[in-house]
Nanobody, 132 residues
Framework: QVQLLESGGGLVQAGGSLRLSCAPS???????????MGWFRQAPGKEREFVAA????????YYASSVKGRFVIFRDRGKDILYLQMNSLKPEDTAVYYC??????????????????????WGQGTQVTVSS
C-alpha cells in the first residue's frame, strides 16, 4: 500500500526551478508530521542517493553537498506535507525523486538521517528532467 505520494516533477530547462511535494496518500490514515523525513533520487543506471533530510519539527535540516545552496527542504506540519524547493537546476539533477519517512517514535526535535536504511516508508517517485 502506497502511503506517500510525490508530485511536482516535470521537465525544466537548466537554471530553472521546481517544487516537489510529498503528502500522505488518500488511502492511508497515517500521519507523518512526527517523523523525520527525507528526499532521495535515482538517475538511470545509478544507485539511489540521498538529497536532503529534515527533522520532524523542521528545526534540523541536512543536504547532500551536490545540492546544498540550491535546494531547500521544508515541511508544513499542519498540512502534513513535505516539500523540496529546487533552484538553479542542472542536467545532472535529472532523476526520479522519492520522499521517505523514518517512523521513529519520540525522535528529538532536531534528529534527521541521511541513511536510506533508516527510512521504512517510501513514495513511488516523481520524474524530474532538466534539459541543457
Amino acid at each position: 500500500q502506497v502511503q506517500l505520494l510525490e508530485s511536482g516533477g516535470g521537465l525544466v530547462q537548466a537554471g530553472g526551478s521546481l517544487r516537489l511535494s510529498c503528502a500522505p496518500s488518500e488511502r492511508t490514515y497515517r500521519t507523518f508530521r512526527r517523523y523525520p523525513m527525507g528526499w532521495f533520487r535515482q538517475a538511470p543506471g545509478k544507485e539511489r542517493e540521498f538529497v536532503a533530510a529534515i527533522s520532524w519539527s523542521g528545526e534540523g535540516t541536512y543536504y547532500a553537498s551536490s545540492v546544498k545552496g540550491r535546494f531547500v527542504i521544508f515541511r508544513d506540519r499542519g498540512k502534513d506535507i513535505l516539500y523540496l524547493q529546487m533552484n538553479s537546476l542542472k542536467p545532472e539533477d535529472t532523476a526520479v525523486y522519492y520522499c521517505a519517512a523514518d517512523p521513529l517514535e519520540d525522535a528529538i526535535s532536531i534528529y534527521y538521517t541521511s541513511s536510506a536504511n533508516d527510512y521504512d516508508i517510501w513514495g513511488q517517485g516523481t520524474q524530474v528532467t532538466v534539459s541543457s
